[in-house]
């Protein structure tokens, strides 16, 4: 989603599903948290026979560079990665140069600046985005943001939980709808539908609408009480605060729950939670996780945030 900003003549639209427009946020350091599975995954993955130039090196000089790297493996949280550790140890071999890029930039700074999308500088083209309730931790955020953010004519679809495969051969008859129109004024009749459409988890219906967030959602705020109880009851007088242990010896969290639900509920659009807390280490990585449990107690992830406690 760069490309619009640099303003080729010949782009006349755009078909980016399952993106990103901030890498910083959107894929290696989820709120401020390096996503090392991402990394040693997904970057491994284009490795192979090839060696990538140095960029880091060439521009920070050998000395401060080896410096840097010594930094870094001084870091407990890289050091207790294997594949971290390792391409701190051997940053010329394979794609290790690209990944110390980033972990060298923990911060997001103006490497990452660089790299994300400036939505002031993109064209008005017509720009269709999209992703799938279970990307909620790489793509969906990124897409739905290029789509809050888009100066052109614009469409969004959500859909199922589901990773589709490389390339979305699900979403080839979209597309060529999407470019027909746009590249051959081809009426496809896409701009007669509604520009937002969303998967219904649970429903398998698919929902329209006007605008994201879905007109008519009800913001309804949830406290977390004492004794594990999350209630849309607002804080008693003193009820007292919930705590746990988490150390290498002993990981533990603090869970809440609502009681069953007596009526029809969509949950539907984003979620802010408002946390206070503290702890007696220098540093907290705070994991939220909104789970939905039905009657037999079956469990399902429904999205998880991520929040580095020093960069509250």
Not at 125 to 130: A, D, E, V
Not at 236 to 241: D, I, L, R, S, Y
Not at 293 to 311: D, F, I, M, P, S
Request: glycine content about 10%; proline content about 7%.
């Amino acid at each position: 989603k760069r490309t619009p900003a640099l303003r080729p003549p010949s782009l006349k639209a755009i078909f980016a599903m399952y993106g990103w427009s901030d890498g910083y946020r959107d894929g290696y350091y989820r709120g401020g948290i390096l996503a090392h599975g991402f990394a040693a995954y997904w970057l491994q993955c284009y490795a192979g026979p090839y060696n990538f130039r140095n960029r880091m090196r060439e521009s920070m000089g050998d000395a401060a560079y080896a410096d840097a790297l010594k930094r870094a493996l001084s870091d407990e949280e890289l050091a207790a990665v294997p594949a971290i550790a390792q391409s701190l140890r051997n940053p010329e071999a394979g794609v290790n140069p690209l990944i110390n890029e980033f972990l060298l930039h923990p911060l997001y700074d103006d490497y990452h600046k660089a790299r994300a999308v400036d939505f002031s500088q993109t064209v008005d083209i017509p720009g269709y985005f999209g992703a799938d309730w279970g990307n909620f931790g790489l793509h969906l955020a990124g897409d739905v943001r290029a789509y809050q953010e888009w100066r052109g004519p614009r469409k969004l679809t959500i859909g199922p939980p589901i990773y589709l495969d490389r390339p979305l051969y699900q979403y080839d008859y979209e597309s060529l709808r999407w470019f027909d129109h746009w590249l051959k004024d081809n009426d496809t009749g896409m701009l007669e539908e509604a520009p937002v459409q969303v998967f219904m988890v649970g429903t398998g219906e698919w929902k329209a609408a006007q605008e994201w967030p879905i007109p008519g959602t009800r913001w309804t705020p949830f406290y977390l009480h004492a004794n594990g109880l999350l209630s849309e009851h607002e804080h008693w007088p003193n009820e007292g605060a919930s705590t746990f242990e988490d150390s290498p010896f002993s990981h533990g969290g603090a869970r809440f729950s609502t009681p069953p639900m007596v009526e029809a509920t969509e949950i539907c659009g984003p979620i802010a939670v408002k946390l206070y807390g503290s702890t007696t280490d220098t540093e907290v990585l705070w994991f939220i996780s909104l789970w939905h449990v039905n009657a037999g107690g079956a469990e399902v992830l429904l999205t998880r945030g991520w929040l580095r406690g020093t960069q509250h």
